[in-house]
């Protein structure tokens, strides 16, 4: 389920007592083609946020939801950094490029990188039928 997988990928990240992770996940299955690369990509996410952003700081905090639209057939994950560091200090850092040309690429999708003042946002859209893992029956 993808509240696990969330859970696990950024366990490495967390520190203790700092609460600095809030995940608001829906609760679908991932099919294992995809759930390599979407662990690596949070990955990629949490490290850059361990080295620039906002888990650099005490009070820096990241949110990670995801929301599932049926009707559209999408898969929309967005990871939000809030209290990190100015967005100038930042100038010069890379985008990533498992974050830019890897899960959403991979998964025929698409990704948004904004650095705003409140913090790094990055979105995901994936068509749903792509990552979703079915269960037989």
Do not use: Y
């Not at 366990?11 to 294992?32: D, K, L, S």
């Not at 490290?47 to 949110?63: C, D, I, Q, Y």
């Not at 490029?97 to 946002?121: D, N």
């Amino acid at each position: 389920m993808l509240p696990e997988l969330l859970k696990t990928a950024i366990e490495p990240f967390e520190t203790p007592g700092r609460e600095q992770f809030r995940i608001q996940p829906t609760p679908i299955r991932i099919n294992p083609a995809a759930a390599l690369p979407f662990v690596m990509t949070i990955n990629e996410l949490c490290t850059n946020a361990s080295k620039h952003g906002a888990l650099t700081v005490p009070n820096g905090r990241v949110t990670i939801a995801t929301k599932v639209n049926e009707r559209d057939g999408t898969f929309h994950f967005k990871w939000s950094e809030k209290e990190g560091p100015s967005l100038e200090s930042r100038r010069g850092e890379a985008s990533g490029f498992l974050i830019e040309k890897g899960f959403a690429e991979q998964f025929s999708g698409s990704t948004r990188m904004q650095f705003k003042p409140s913090g790094v946002v990055c979105e995901i859209d994936v068509p749903l039928a792509a990552i979703r893992q079915q269960i037989s029956t």
